[in-house]
Each structure stands twice: as structure tokens, then as C-alpha cells.
């Protein structure tokens, strides 16, 4: 059970080097049916990633590079008139992929951001009043650059809480950036990457990540980190139920990509600030970071699992 996803991180480390806790992060959302917002500077591998993911899946990919004169119908397709057949025929969107690279999303409009909102929620996108299902798998991965803010438009809330983490891969060390650039000369590129898994093993993998168990004590402390976020002096407006359900679905990927069938609390509290963080809209001139930081520190955590780790069996990793 675990070899799909052991084939799936060694084909990502051919094109991706380091960044191994970022590659697992991505890894979840994928396997947890979520979307992933990277929150970084240009040029330190985002759309990388991205290709080799969906090369590695032998999925569709898609990119998007969103400007401020980008069309909602851009994004999800249009109706266009055939002169031979003398009727209108429906002309797919980019969104019609298994992995959709959406590039500095906050450079678009509220109106075009907000033609993701159906098709990230809801898998399917409705034009002139009919519904189309895209292909499933489907990954969204929204890039915006933290630093830059001429020419931008900041995500709705309705937006952000469509993601299920985000995260920033962030600048690689001496020996990575060496490596990368050896790698390069050598002729390793996302080109000759091979595809290593199928689309309906991503699915097989998805329905185990469901069957990771999660019990009482952790999920009471899923509800107690969230609620923490509403009842906050510093918060303006707290996680939404969509973020709990989003923090157990993570923690159960997370678990599953440990190599475990069970979640413990610990999971919980690594991922939250990934799942957590985008969701929480701070008072004027804070910095949410912080506020989930603090929050994590004070929310107890709920006794050690050990016994649970005893009785359940593993997937072989040890």
C-alpha cells in the first residue's frame, strides 16, 4: 500500500531537489481531495512542482498565468458557434485538467477569482446554465508572490478557505542550490520525467486516506484549535467549519503518507499552521502567523496515543 507513494516522492526528488517536508504538504492536499496555495518569491520552483507532480501522475496539466484582463470564461471555457453543425458547442477551459497551475492568482480580478470558487468546491463548472464536470482527479495550485502588492488583488475570504494549506517552499540551502544546478548540466528535467503512478491509483489512495482513523480525544482537539480562532481578542474572523473538516482530512493524509493507519494529536499540530494561517483574518495590522503560533501553545494537547500506535498495524515503514 505505501509503494505508490514511495514511487510517486522519488520521481518528485528527480526535478525537486530538497524540500522534502514541502513535497509530503503537497502530497496531502492531493491525497486529502484539497487544493494547495503557495505563498512564495518567483523562481524557487513552484511551477516545477507542479509539472512533475502531474507528469508523475500521468494527469492533464494546466497553467494559468492570471493578469488583471484575465475573463472568468478564460478560466472555465466558453460557448462557441459551429457554422457547420449551425449550433453552439462548448469550448473547454484550462480548468479542465487534472492539475491546474493557477500563477500569481492575486493578479486577477474578484471577478475571475471567483470562477474557481465552483469548480475548487464542487469539481464541476456551470456556463449558461449547465453544469460540467471536470476530470478527477483535479488539483488546484495557486501561486501569489507574499512581497509584491502593485497590481494585485487580495483572495476573498470564500477564496482562501477553498485551499485546503498553504504553504511556502522557500529559498533552497548552499548544497540544494549546488545540486540543482549539477542536475541541470546532467540534462535532469521535468521533460524526461515518466509518469509512475495511474489517475486511479491517486484515487485508490484517496479512498485510504479516508480509512485512517481518528479518534475522540484528537478530534475534540480539532475542534478546540478552531474554536480558539473564533474566540480570539486578535482575530476578526476565526476558521470556518470547512477548516476543521479540512484539518482532520489533512491529518489523516499526513498520517497515512507516515505510514500509519491512526491520527495522532501530533499530526494535528504540525499541520495546523498550514491549514489554519490563510484562514484566519486578524485585527487591522497583525500578522495571523503569529496568532495560530500562540494558539497552538496554549490549547492543550490530548495524552500521548501510544497505546493506539500499539494495537494498530502499520503500513511497513517502522
Not at 510517486?8 to 513535497?23: A, M, S, Y
Not at 493578479?107 to 471536470?134: C, H, I, K, W, Y
Amino acid at each position: 500500500m505505501r509503494e505508490p507513494i514511495e514511487r510517486l516522492i522519488r520521481n518528485l526528488n528527480q526535478t525537486i531537489v530538497g524540500k522534502h517536508e514541502p513535497i509530503q504538504l503537497v502530497l496531502v492536499a492531493l491525497l486529502s481531495g484539497g487544493h494547495v496555495l503557495l505563498e512564495d518569491v518567483p523562481g524557487v520552483g513552484k511551477t516545477l512542482l507542479a509539472k512533475s507532480l502531474a507528469k508523475s501522475i500521468a494527469g492533464k496539466f494546466q497553467r494559468i498565468q492570471c493578469t488583471p484582463d484575465l475573463l472568468p470564461t478564460d478560466l472555465t471555457g466558453t460557448n462557441i458557434w459551429n457554422p457547420q453543425s449551425r449550433e453552439f458547442e462548448f469550448l473547454p477551459g484550462p480548468v479542465f485538467a487534472n492539475v491546474l497551475l493557477a500563477d500569481e492568482v492575486n493578479r486577477a480580478t474578484p471577478r475571475t477569482q471567483s470562477a474557481l470558487l465552483e469548480v475548487m468546491e464542487e469539481q464541476q463548472v456551470t456556463t449558461d446554465g449547465v453544469s460540467r464536470s471536470v476530470p478527477r482527479p483535479f488539483f488546484v495550485i495557486a501561486t501569489q508572490n507574499p512581497i509584491e502588492y502593485q497590481g494585485t488583488f487580495p483572495l476573498p475570504e470564500a477564496q482562501m478557505d477553498r485551499f485546503l494549506l498553504s504553504l511556502s517552499l522557500g529559498y533552497p540551502s548552499s548544497e540544494e542550490e549546488l545540486q540543482m544546478i549539477q542536475r541541470l548540466q546532467s540534462g535532469h528535467t521535468v521533460a524526461e520525467l515518466e509518469p509512475c503512478i495511474s489517475l486511479e491509483e491517486v484515487d485508490f489512495l484517496r479512498q485510504q486516506c479516508q480509512g485512517v482513523r481518528v479518534e475522540e480525544p484528537t478530534q475534540q482537539y480539532i475542534v478546540n484549535l478552531v474554536r480558539a480562532t473564533r474566540e480570539d481578542s486578535e482575530v476578526t474572523l476565526g476558521v470556518s467549519p470547512r477548516g476543521t473538516v479540512a484539518l482532520q482530512r489533512a491529518a489523516q493524509a499526513w498520517a497515512f503518507l507516515q505510514g500509519r493507519e491512526y491520527v495522532e494529536p501530533d499530526d494535528v499540530k504540525r499541520l495546523a499552521p498550514h491549514v489554519l494561517t490563510h484562514r484566519v483574518i486578524p485585527l487591522g495590522g497583525r500578522r495571523s502567523a503569529p496568532i495560530v503560533g500562540r494558539i497552538l501553545g496554549e490549547v492543550p494537547v490530548p495524552g500521548s496515543q501510544g497505546d493506539l500506535g500499539r494495537k494498530a498495524s502499520t503500513w511497513g515503514l517502522g
